[in-house]
């Protein structure tokens, strides 16, 4: 059985930082595209990073380019979202996702699993 399990979001100031992480089990995963999605209350469920396989290959959104970083371990079968310079329009409950064809897509269509997510909440 594949599991996503999330971990490190939390309340803090705008301009402060949190380290997310995503531990994967149930699945080969090196070989799979990794994903960060966020969804705020009343929005929809947005991009925000993603790794491909290998890990040399990462994507962002344009709203957290230059302060946020997608890496992975996959000796730890981790992925991870360092986020610096945080801000109000940065609140959300943020997902992992792991696609199978291994691209690390900006659409949630091809992933074929999902964490449950962590919420992270910048106050002004």
């Known amino acids: 059985q594949v599991r996503l399990v999330e971990s490190g979001g939390g309340l803090v100031q705008a301009g402060g930082s949190l380290r997310l992480s995503c531990a994967a089990s149930?699945?080969?995963?090196?070989?799979?595209?990794m994903g960060w999605f966020r969804q705020a209350p009343g929005k929809e469920r947005e991009f925000v990073a993603a790794?491909?396989?290998?890990?040399?290959?990462?994507e962002y959104a344009d709203s957290v380019k230059g302060r946020f970083t997608v890496s992975r371990d996959n000796a730890k079968n981790t992925m991870y979202l360092q986020m610096n310079s945080l801000k109000p329009g940065d609140t959300a409950v943020y997902y992992c996702?792991?696609?199978?064809?291994?691209?690390?897509?900006?659409?949630?269509?091809?992933?074929?699993?999902w964490g449950q997510g962590t919420q992270v909440t910048v106050s002004s």
């Open positions: 996702a792991a696609d199978h064809y291994g691209m690390g897509s900006r659409l949630p269509g091809p992933y074929d699993y």
């Open positions: 149930g699945l080969v995963f090196s070989t799979y595209g």
């Open positions: 790794a491909r396989w290998g890990g040399g290959s990462t």
